[in-house]
């Protein structure tokens, strides 16, 4: 049986793979994209910037397979689930919050944001909020963000 994470992995390489076949260039080697996130003495500020400067964004065409790449996104650059003690939600946000703070780099900093977002939505999933209020999240804030998102690598020709 596969853990949590090792289906999310899964089902983020076939979507790599779906959109392999759509578009006319190269997709990214999505497992080597998530070991560079996994590994390293880089703070996970550092990582996330290599990523989304070597991911390619083109594929992130729609609201799931975005949301999916950015939980990817905190969950192996942070790792949180290897820190002990074990933290609460509250103090992950907090640790995400406080990298969002120190950067400058404005395309970067739209990243966060929108990765503040879905960790957010899925902690909200975690302590039972009302479904109804974490999809309003998805109509507010992802619509309003998203022109900020489409500064990011977009792949041209590979």
Known sequence: MMCPSQKIELNFILCCVKYTTIYTYEMCDCKQILAQLRTGDESPVVKIKKFINEYCFANLTDLPTLKLVLQLTSQYAYNFREIRPKL??????????????????P?????????????LQRSLAVVNAEREHIDDLDSKSYQKNNHKLDNLNVCEGG
């Open 88 to 105: 609460k939600l509250a103090d992950c946000m907090m640790m995400m919050l406080k990298d969002r703070d120190s950067i400058a780099d």
């Open 107 to 119: 395309i970067l900093k739209h990243y966060y944001d929108a990765m503040l977002l879905e960790f």
